[in-house]
């Protein structure tokens, strides 16, 4: 069964403006199943955790579901290994100050230049308190791809840590995690993996890759500005943890440091009842062999939705590409092979002539199509292509509520654009 736009966009409340959301790699629409849940929240029990009345209890009600709901989500183990938090960035550079804790001089770690700067600079200036080494993993300017040799090379060195992104929110490039995982366990080196960009996109299964930390940002998957960390409950449990003295020992609550944002947890299990709702009416009975792969309940529903929403949006990534090669004076980035489009998500990074990307991206909102410009915070990515010295480039990013008509809308525009 493929995916009926007309009751997915139904389920987007802000897709009845007349405009085109392709800024979808900077933060997505937000599902009516998400705001909903928000709003029932602040109105019904909107109260602060363990209190002995009536909406504190239903609020840890509803914040322990969201934990159950995000482990789903991950394939995790657990609820007590999902932790909430402001954003990537902020729990990230929580996480980074208490694994470099046990950090020795002269010890190493690895991040990429492929990688979003929240997966960069948090380590980094961890590495710098503790007179840690940065190793660097180049990727391919060509094609956009990370150098596996280049990893390999660290990894002899045995470095602590291995910080990797699931998917560029740059070129768009997925990863290959699975194997990243392994050769970095290989080499006795944890891994951080920043799946934010990914996540709107493909079923994630943190079991399955045996990655110790994944981390994404629910308003990259239609929810409200929330993040959401999973790590594994031994590394968690012996974890330290920056917090006031009250706070809980045990986990979630030992990491989940201060008052949360609750309604934005909230929110989060909304985003999640919407993925199951999708898979629900969209999965099909040719997915149901998923079953036997071990998935049951939301598990199983969740992945039925993914599958089925990256299989159309391979179809998007398709048009995209074929219609971004086909404007006069466009530079693409990343990889165009079409024999290659399961090796990234719909984001597409690109120059347009010698336009200034603000130039396109204001020309391109004048005709109610959103795209971002600049570096996108993957700064490193931007110098390496040469680029970051020139306004850095237009990002065009597709997420499942889009259609074939808004690209060749897209298309129509920036064909305008070069002509003019």
């Given at each position: 069964?493929?995916?009926d ?23 997505t ?9 928000i ?17 504190s ?202 008052t ?9 299990l909304g ?15 040719h ?50 092979d079409?024999r ?52 850095g ?28």
């Open positions: 069964m493929t995916l736009l007309s009751a997915i966009r139904n389920q987007f409340p802000s897709l009845a403006r007349p405009a085109i959301f392709f800024d979808n790699p900077g933060g629409q937000i599902a009516k199943q998400s705001l909903n849940r709003n029932n929240y602040l109105l019904k029990c909107n109260a602060n955790h363990e209190g002995a009345f009536a909406t209890i239903t609020s840890d009600a509803i914040l322990d579901e969201a934990h159950r709901a995000m482990a789903d989500f991950y394939n995790a183990a657990s609820p007590e290994e999902i932790i909430f938090g402001n954003n990537m960035t902020t729990i990230t550079f929580h996480i980074s100050r208490s694994l470099s804790r046990e950090w020795k001089e002269g010890d190493e770690i690895v991040v990429t230049r492929l990688d979003h700067d929240a997966n960069v600079t948090p380590w980094a200036l961890a590495a710098q308190d503790q007179g840690v080494k940065v190793n660097w993993v180049d990727f391919d300017v060509e094609d956009g791809t990370l150098k596996l040799d280049d990893l390999q090379k660290a990894l002899e060195r045995k470095p602590r840590l291995v910080a990797v992104g699931y998917a560029s929110n740059s070129l768009g490039t997925i990863n290959p995690v699975a194997k990243i995982v392994k050769m970095a366990h290989d080499a006795g080196a944890l891994v951080y993996i920043d799946a934010v960009q990914y996540a709107p996109h493909g079923g994630i299964d943190v079991q399955e890759l045996d990655c110790d930390f994944l981390i994404s940002s629910s308003y990259k998957f239609f929810g409200p500005h929330c993040g959401i960390l999973y790590g594994k409950r031994e590394l968690l449990e012996k974890l330290f943890a920056y917090k006031v003295r009250p706070a809980a020992n045990a986990l979630p609550g030992k990491l989940e440091t201060g949360q944002n609750h309604e934005g947890i909230a929110g989060v985003a999640i009842e919407y993925f199951e709702w999708v898979g629900k009416e969209f999965g099909g009975e997915l149901e062999g998923l079953a036997e792969e071990k998935y049951q309940g939301r598990r199983l529903e969740l992945k039925k939705a993914m599958t089925v929403i990256r299989a159309y949006e391979f179809e998007l990534s398709r048009a995209l590409l074929s219609a971004l090669e086909s404007i006069p004076g466009l530079q693409l980035y990343g990889l165009t079409i290659r489009l399961d090796e990234r998500v719909a984001t597409f990074s690109f120059r347009l002539k010698d336009l200034p990307p603000r130039l396109v991206a204001e020309k391109l909102a004048q005709d109610g199509i959103y795209v971002w410009d600049g570096n996108y915070y993957a700064l490193n990515v931007s110098e390496r292509l040469g680029v970051e010295g020139r306004g480039m237009v990002r065009v990013g597709a997420a499942h509520y889009n259609t074939a008509e808004e690209v060749e809308r897209l298309k129509e525009s920036l064909r305008r654009i070069s002509t003019d």
